[in-house]
């Protein structure tokens, strides 16, 4: 099972105690919203480029160069 250490300073003592059900829960929880958040992340970015893409080449196919591109776009 997993551990967390306690630490009491008034005390000054330490001890390594098991994780309880919820806290290991908790910590699921955690990791599949941090899991899903970076997906999010992921498909944004990734949607971002491909739309660059596509934006590019419609300025392309209206007979811009890639200096003109560049120029209008950044």
């Given at each position: 099972?997993?551990?967390?250490?306690?630490?009491?300073?008034?005390?000054?003592?330490?001890?390594?105690?098991?994780?309880?059900?919820?806290?290991?829960?908790?910590i699921a929880a955690g990791?599949?919203?941090?899991?899903?958040?970076r997906e999010a992340e992921e498909a944004a970015a990734a949607q971002a480029a491909t739309d660059k893409a596509s934006g590019n080449a419609k300025l392309k196919a209206l007979g811009l160069t890639d200096e003109e591109i560049v120029a209008l776009v950044g």
């Open positions: 099972m997993s551990k967390k250490l306690v630490i009491d300073i008034a005390a000054g003592t330490e001890e390594l105690v098991d994780l309880t059900d919820e806290e290991l829960a908790e990791a599949a919203e941090a899991k899903t958040q």
